[in-house]
């Protein structure tokens, strides 16, 4: 009893994440996008760093490359990527590169 309510647990978690990283990567994915659409694409902050934040948080990628390439990336590596992309993008707007 007390394993099939950690399983259920378990399983809310993932599905939380899940949701989670799909709004991530349309929000900060689709923020990035249009900021290179609108303000061009060589200003090195205006939209990569939230576009590659939002990329590394979708759920759709960790799938395609557990597909294609065999390697499996855990849900914690993906929300540590998407933070390290949105603070590296925070430092370098703070810095004006």
């Known amino acids: 009893m007390r394993h099939l309510f950690f399983a259920e ?3 809310s978690l993932q599905r939380v994440g899940w949701v989670v990283g799909w709004i991530w990567a349309i929000i900060a994915g ?3 996008l249009w900021l ?3 303000k061009g694409p060589w200003m090195l902050t205006n939209g990569w ?3 590659c934040s939002g990329l590394s948080a979708c759920p ?3 799938w395609l490359l557990k597909k294609y390439a065999g390697v499996k990336v855990s849900g914690w590596i993906q929300l540590s990527l998407a933070l390290f ?3 590296a ?3 370098a707007l703070r810095l004006g590169l």
């Open 49 to 51: 760093f939230a576009l």
């Open 85 to 87: 992309f949105f603070v």
């Open 9 to 11: 647990a378990r399983l």
């Open 60 to 62: 759709q990628i960790a």
């Open 36 to 38: 290179l659409w609108t």
């Open 30 to 32: 689709g923020g990035g």
């Open 89 to 91: 993008g925070k430092i």
